[in-house]
């Protein structure tokens, strides 16, 4: 089974940026859709972008479309969420899933333990 292991969360002002990572091992992930939840205080866990294994398409909740980019690098086994323009609102805690199919199937094999973020205005 696949370890997940997120970094690259932090405080930052309004307007900045953060760029996220999520290392796995036990498994490669390159036949995998990865994907990005965040879940703020109070809040449901929410999707916020996906990534799929061979073409590498990917889907951003509207939220974050047009701040946030998803890519990954099969060769490093890491997932990346770069987060620009961030708002107070996308304050959470971010996590990082992985699927069990190569496309974005809703179907979680492994969860990662999240990482804060903090944007404060």
């Known amino acids: 089974q696949v370890q997940l292991v997120e970094s690259g969360g932090g405080s930052v002002q309004a307007g900045g940026s953060l760029r996220l990572s999520c290392t796995a091992s036990?498994?490669?992930?390159?036949?995998?859709?990865m994907g990005w939840f965040r879940q703020a205080p109070g809040k449901e866990r929410e999707f916020v972008a996906t990534?799929?294994?061979?073409?590498?398409?990917?889907s951003y909740a509207d939220s974050v479309k047009g701040r946030f980019t998803i890519s990954r690098d099969n060769a490093k086994n890491t997932v990346y969420l770069q987060l620009n323009s961030l708002k107070p609102e996308d304050t959470a805690v971010y996590y990082c899933a992985g699927s069990k199919d190569s496309y974005w199937s809703g179907s979680i094999s492994s969860w990662g333990q999240g990482t804060q973020v903090l944007v404060s205005s």
């Open positions: 990534i799929t294994s061979s073409t590498g398409r990917t």
């Open positions: 036990g498994r490669t992930i390159s036949g995998y859709a």
